[in-house]
């Protein structure tokens, strides 16, 4: 009998493995890389209090200390209490495959941070210190600019302001010493009422037409294939009661009309339209790697 191999999470036997839709001779790879780009930053424990003392606006680096490698946090884990300061993990974004990935993604999350702080203040995330990306470029909050950089920056924004033109970011490039480039439904926080207190992880968030909007899948804890297959009917159920909730919070915050304001639909109305039209399915195919073949699977009287 063939012996589990080890993944980054537990181990993975042959048969299990002959039946995931993903590359698992890849992921095998991912323990070796891990220590590897570990060992890669552990080695530059000078850098990193160097950068966190600069965006935290600190007298001196001796004032951080960077926790022991073990108790790094990796994947989807998130820490209680602490500053992170996060680096994305080559062997998973597929750096070594296509170069660069790792600083799309940065700008990625980056971007999406730096929107929301600035368009939607009233959703809880992270604070956003500052990102780097792998070519040099360094990028800090506006209050860490030297005295005259800061007003020069003020100044500009104001300009903008009154010719009704744009806004920048509030973040800024600038230089912090030296660069580190890599050599190689859990996003969600909410407290005891289910409030959402913070959302993590937005390198993923994506613009999309509103079209395209739809009931999360991780509703029922099932992959998107399993939902198609043979459980839809578990997943409807949970769907109808999640859109009674997400209908009657959008009515609290809108009027009572079928319109927002600006004669657009409301999100609750695009939503159900999608999944009785079948346009859910299509949807999940394009935003699924293992759901490519989702429509071709579906009853016909699922897609009208």
Not at 40 to 64: E, Y
Not at 238 to 255: C, K, Y
Request: aromatic share 10%.
């Amino acid at each position: 009998m063939l012996k589990p191999l080890p993944l980054l999470r537990g181990e993975i036997t042959y048969p299990t493995a002959k039946a995931e839709e993903v590359n698992i001779l890849y992921r095998l790879r991912y323990p070796a890389e891990k220590a590897k780009f570990f060992n890669h930053i552990d080695n530059k424990r000078n850098w990193i209090t160097t950068v966190v003392a600069h965006h935290l606006k600190l007298k001196s680096p001796a004032l951080c200390q960077v926790a022991d490698a073990e108790n790094w946090y990796h994947g989807k884990e998130q820490p209680g209490q602490r500053v992170l300061i996060r680096f994305p993990l080559p062997y998973r974004v597929g750096e070594a495959f296509h170069p660069g990935n790792g600083d799309e993604k940065i700008r990625c999350e980056a971007g999406t941070y730096a929107h929301l702080q600035e368009n939607c203040p009233e959703i809880p995330i992270p604070r956003l210190y500052g990102f780097a990306t792998s070519d040099g470029e360094t990028f800090t909050r506006l209050q860490n600019l030297p005295f005259l950089a800061r007003c020069f920056q003020y100044l500009r924004r104001q300009l903008l302001s009154w010719l009704g033109r744009p806004l920048p970011t509030r973040y800024v490039r600038h230089d912090v010493g030296s660069q580190i480039s890599a050599e190689e439904g859990s996003n969600i926080f909410v407290d005891k009422n289910w409030n959402i207190t913070s959302l993590v992880d937005l390198e993923w968030a994506s613009t999309r037409p509103v079209e395209m909007l739809r009931t999360p899948t991780w509703l029922t804890n099932k992959a998107c294939d399993e939902i198609a297959e043979e459980g839809q009917e578990e997943y409807d159920k949970v769907r109808e009661e999640f859109m009674d909730n997400f209908t009657a919070e959008e009515e609290q915050a809108q009027s009572c009309a079928s319109f927002n304001d600006d004669g657009k639909l409301r999100l609750s109305a695009v939503m159900k339209q999608n999944w009785d039209k079948g346009i859910f399915w299509y949807t999940l195919a394009l935003a699924s790697p293992t759901g490519g073949r989702l429509h071709q699977d579906l009853p016909e009287e699922n897609v009208r």
